[in-house]
């Protein structure tokens, strides 16, 4: 849904604004009261999409942008992963961790098994 950020750095700006080039976005949201707990799933969420070759914008959501959070429907601590067209790819509570990496292993390559598929081909090659 289309709306403008009311506080912090993005004040006035469209959150389309934020979401205009090619990445994901990963839009946290701090729930209508703040959220304590959002700077420890951040960083654990951030560690999750750092193993994915897959390149992903993580943006905070402050309380203090309440009509966002009426768009958005997110009235506790959300999170919403939004495709490059601009559709929202997956959506659960912050704390749902593993459900984000469930949806993140069933569409994208991990880092690094591209690269030991390829080396264990080759060995396997040149083992004949």
């Known amino acids: 849904p289309y709306g403008f950020f009311e506080a912090g750095p993005e004040a006035g700006k469209s959150i389309f604004e934020t979401l205009g080039d090619l990445d994901h976005h990963l839009l946290l949201f701090e729930g209508l009261e703040p959220d304590p707990r959002l700077e ?6 951030e560690g999750l999409l750092d193993r994915y070759e897959l390149s992903v914008n993580v943006q905070r959501i402050e309380s203090a942008n309440q009509k966002l959070h009426e768009r958005y429907g997110a009235n506790a601590s959300s999170m919403l992963l939004i495709r490059p067209d601009g ?4 959506r659960s509570a912050v704390a ?6 469930i949806y993140l292993d069933r569409l994208f390559t991990r880092r690094g098994v591209r690269e030991r598929a390829l080396s264990i081909a080759h060995q396997d090659q040149t083992a004949r």
Request: net charge negative; charged share 30%; proline share 0%.
């Open 96 to 101: 749902d961790v593993v459900g984000l990496k």
């Open 40 to 45: 420890a799933a951040r960083e654990e969420i």
């Open 87 to 90: 559709h929202v790819a997956f």
